[in-house]
């Protein structure tokens, strides 16, 4: 195998051109992955948000709690939240 100094020039550029390929392909995958991140933590964040909300809906029913109109608004909203999620998790 030939040592380093026994390169060409051209083979020198050649080496340090496939190299640099090698790195702006590794900086765009670092990159797609912090997007990729960002979108997963607020996602993460949303649903937690989400489940702690939902969890406090229901530890507020009880047997004999009346049906409001507020309640029903409330019930659609987590629903509708949680649908959208779902549908965002989905579209990844």
Request: include cysteine; hydrophobic fraction near 50%.
């Amino acid at each position: 195998m030939a040592k380093e100094r026994d390169l060409t020039v051209q083979q020198t550029v050649e080496a340090m051109q496939h190299l640099h390929t090698q790195m702006a392909q590794l900086q765009e995958s670092l990159i797609l992955r912090v997007q990729l991140q960002e979108i997963t933590a607020a996602q993460y964040d949303a649903l937690v948000q989400l489940a702690r909300e939902g969890i406090a809906f229901l530890q507020n029913c009880q047997a004999g709690t009346a049906v409001t109109i507020e309640w029903i608004a409330q019930r659609e909203d987590l629903i509708a939240r949680a649908q959208a999620l779902i549908a965002d998790a989905n579209k990844a």
